[in-house]
């Protein structure tokens, strides 16, 4: 899905990630905007959905150490 609809994107991001704070998902989003999980060629609800599930699997891996 693209990005034309913020609401839209905005309540499939709470039903995907209804566990995850909002301090937890700007962070994702800070981190993909910047390119920290690989370089983006089209911003869409997808491609931030990547980003949460990658900034929660790195910090799940530093919490398991």
């Known amino acids: 899905m693209d990005f034309k609809n913020i609401d839209s994107t905005t309540n499939d991001l709470f039903n995907e990630f209804s566990y995850v704070t909002i301090k937890q998902i ?6 993909g905007s910047l390119g920290h999980y690989g370089k983006t060629y089209k911003l869409s609800t997808q491609e931030v959905c990547v980003w949460i599930r990658e900034y929660l699997k790195s910090n799940k891996s530093k919490i398991q150490l």
């Not at 700007?26 to 981190?31: G, T, V």
């Open 26 to 31: 700007r962070e994702a989003l800070r981190k």
